[in-house]
């Protein structure tokens, strides 16, 4: 059973308008790491999309007319309580994705950042003054919220994947309605049971529950009430929400999949880059968008490389998230440990050869072991698909020409990385890799001061940093005439 300090923070209904609504039928959300039941939660679906989008709606413009620093206030508060909280959403989570404790403590302390980033940047969504054409006029620039939001979230991150967009449009003067994955509802449950806490206004914002993801889908990107859709998950999805977006001319942001080359040459610090490997790789059992997802090393370091980074992953403890010392957790269910199996599998058929790890783990279907591939060519499944699991394919490169063109040769342009000592070489890959963000020595890249957000078939927009209230303001330009002339 999950026993949390508050138990009122576990939620089985959606949240709409302010309180909490029931549902004529129900789905249930499993315990990845062994099957058991958790909870029953409110299939709400479209009914509830639709009720949803009323409230927010109609609460959108009395939240917007409210002064910045009353909304900064607000969310402040609800990010006092995520903080105050973070045990029971930890514990929450982790039951529910599968993820360490350790890892979902720190996934609740960095999305309770953005709601706090966003409630200081509320505060300062200036506008501008042009120099006007003649002496009667003046031309002012303002910035107002795009209006009502809705948003897809996965289930890798249940907790900071809503805080990255709700808190922008909040801060935005924007009403949001967020749809998290029926995998993973109750973290996004418990947030908006601390948003209500917190103070922020009924309709504001609203968590609909239902398992019946294209239906609500089609809801939300259609509605023309919505006038931004934000999603973060796979490219397939994306595209055709996308499309569904279009026939209203929705403003849309997207972050979908990765491909993550992590290029290693042989002037690099190699504990360094074994180290920034592990934690890339192998955090969240490799379910994370902007994992690496292929390990480029040069030839000459090569097998020195794999040797340590084989010595490091034996140090990897497999097992429930919720057990102390454990590093990787199970896969979110069995069909995707069972995806990741069938890459390994198809490469090892193709001449590579396995390090360390491999398919079988006596801890059940939903586990894969930490596993490192070496003879991998670019041209094999486990490196031109997104492996979303703990598997570390090894390429071998001789210069640095080829691991551009290795690393480029891919749709996807989400997250790189590249250890090396020389700065200019390291300012070369920064400028060649073509992906939206470069880690220069550096295995973890996210924090909420730097814009996420991807190129080509990995999406647009940015979530964080300063720019991340431009997806959810529009620029209006005012031009006042008749001015007189003394």
């Known amino acids: 059973m999950l026993t949390l300090q508050d138990p009122t923070l576990l939620k089985t209904q959606s949240y709409l308008n302010g309180s909490w609504h029931d549902a004529s039928a129900y789905f249930s959300v499993h315990n990845p790491a062994d099957g058991s039941l958790l909870a029953e939660v409110a299939d709400g679906g479209v009914e509830h999309c639709q009720l949803a989008i009323a409230a927010a ?45 350790a890892e979902a403590r720190a996934e609740v302390v960095y999305g309770a950042s953005y709601i706090e980033w966003f409630a200081e940047e509320a505060k300062r969504l200036y506008g501008d003054t042009i120099p006007a054409p003649s002496g009667d006029k ?44 029926e995998l993973t509802p109750l973290s996004a449950l418990a947030l908006a049971e601390l948003a209500n806490r917190a103070g922020i206004p009924a309709g504001v914002f609203n968590v609909v529950t239902g398992a019946d993801a294209k239906a609500m889908g089609e809801v939300l990107t259609r509605h023309p009430a919505v006038n931004k859709f934000s999603f973060t998950g796979s490219t397939a999805v994306g595209k055709q929400l996308i499309s569904q977006c279009a026939d209203s001319v929705k403003r849309v942001s997207m972050e979908l999949g990765g491909n993550a080359p992590f290029i290693v040459f042989s002037d690099a610090d190699l504990d360094a880059a074994v180290a920034g490997a592990i934690a890339s790789k192998f955090r969240n059992a490799g379910q994370t968008c902007v994992c690496a997802n292929r390990l480029l090393v040069q030839q000459d370091i090569y097998t020195e490389f794999a040797n340590k980074l084989v ?18 957790g199970p896969m979110i269910h069995a069909r995707a440990a069972a995806r990741v199996n069938q890459l390994v599998q198809d490469a090892l058929a193709q001449g590579a050869t396995c390090l360390t790890g491999g398919p079988r783990t006596d801890l059940g ?10 003879g991998v060519s670019n041209q094999m499944a486990v490196a031109q698909q997104e492996i979303f699991g703990p598997v570390a394919p090894l390429i071998a490169f001789n210069d640095e020409a080829e691991a551009i063109a290795l690393a480029n040769d891919t749709e996807m342009g989400l997250a790189a990385y590249c250890y090396t000592r020389d700065i200019g070489r390291a300012l070369r890959m920064g400028e060649r890799l073509a992906y939206g963000m470069v880690g220069l020595n550096e295995g973890i890249i996210s924090n909420v001061a730097a814009p996420f957000g991807g190129i080509k078939a990995s999406g647009n927009g940015r979530e964080g940093s300063k720019y991340g209230l431009d997806e959810y303001t529009e620029i209006k330009y005012l031009c006042l005439g008749g001015i007189e002339q003394f």
């Open 57 to 101: 709606s109609q609460s959108q413009a009395d939240w917007a007319a409210r002064p910045a620093a009353e909304r900064a206030r607000l969310l402040r508060r609800w990010f006092e309580l995520l903080l105050n909280h973070q045990e029971d959403l930890a514990r929450l989570m982790t039951a529910e994705q599968g993820k360490p404790l």
């Open 138 to 181: 003046r031309l002012l620039v303002i910035r107002q919220p795009v209006g009502v939001v809705a948003a897809i979230t996965p289930w890798n991150f249940p907790n900071a994947m809503i805080t990255r967009k709700a808190a922008p449009a909040l801060a935005a003067g924007c009403s949001i309605v967020v749809r998290p994955a």
């Open 311 to 328: 010595s490091a992953v034996h140090k990897l403890q497999l097992g429930r998230g919720d057990k102390e010392g454990v590093h990787v």
């Open 365 to 374: 279907d939903n586990y894969v072991a930490p596993t490192i591939l070496c």
